[in-house]
């Protein structure tokens, strides 16, 4: 069973800073690719970082310069830096690992997110 333990969130004013981690464990996938998204309240999911097979990053438009994707292969986690948060970061955030070879910006497409497997989320919070 797969299981991706999200964790890092908290509440911060505008211009604060957090990390999230994502511990991934429990699958047997050979090949798999891993994301950060985010669900405001009242708002659809949509993606906001991710890793490729090739390692290439994707970085939503709203967020670039400010988060940053990273992955610890060897600790089975993922990290999601955040800086410089605005009121509108605010929301749910989800680890999601979806199975085989993808490659480019699948993140930023839901069609390809059928066979997600999902964290439980951590909550983040901006607010002055």
């Known amino acids: 069973q797969v299981l991706l333990e999200e964790s890092g969130g908290g509440s911060v004013r505008p211009g604060g800073s957090l990390r999230l981690s994502c511990k991934v464990s429990?699958?047997?996938?050979?090949?798999?690719?891993i994301g950060w998204f985010h669900q405001g309240p009242e708002k659809e999911r949509v993606g906001v970082a991710c890793?490729?097979?090739?390692?290439?990053?994707t970085t939503r438009t709203t967020v670039q310069g400010r988060f940053t994707i990273s992955e610890d292969t060897a600790a089975g986690t993922v990290y999601l830096q955040m800086e410089n948060l605005r009121t509108d970061d605010t929301g749910m955030y989800y680890c999601g690992l979806l199975p085989n070879r993808h490659w480019g910006s699948w993140c930023l497409n839901p069609s390809l997110w059928r066979e997600c497997h999902w964290g439980q989320g951590t909550q983040v919070t901006v607010s002055s």
């Open positions: 429990g699958h047997d996938y050979r090949n798999y690719v």
């Open positions: 890793l490729d097979t090739d390692g290439s990053l």
